[in-house]
Nanobody
């Protein structure tokens, strides 16, 4: 089993940056694909960025060029660097391991004030 704990959310002005971190427990971390999802009020949860165990990444079109996902297998951690934040990035951000049927953190709230 994998437990995930997110941190780094908060209130930021439009155009600003935030770094989200996800600390994972469990020995399988290095072999599992990881991702960040978000859910805004009244909307479905959507994939923001994902990183495979080998390091390949993919991003939602809405965040390409602004967000960067990375992982540190030695620390069992995955990160989401968010730059040039927009009001529409406001959401609860969830760390995920193993895809939608996998493991989820409890989420961290990101609020972008315009």
């Amino acid at each position: 089993q994998v437990q995930l704990v997110e941190s780094g959310g908060g209130l930021v002005l439009a155009g600003g940056s935030l770094l989200l971190s996800c600390q994972a427990s469990g020995s399988i971390f290095s072999s599992v694909g990881m991702g960040w999802y978000r859910q805004a009020p009244g909307k479905q949860r959507e994939l923001v960025a994902a990183i495979a165990s080998g390091g390949a990444t993919n991003y939602a079109d809405s965040v390409k060029g602004r967000f960067r996902i990375s992982r540190d297998n030695a620390k069992n951690a995955v990160y989401l660097q968010m730059n040039s934040l927009k009001h529409e990035d406001t959401a609860i951000y969830y760390c995920n391991a193993g895809g939608r049927a996998g493991f989820w953190g409890k989420g961290t709230l990101v609020t972008v004030s315009s």
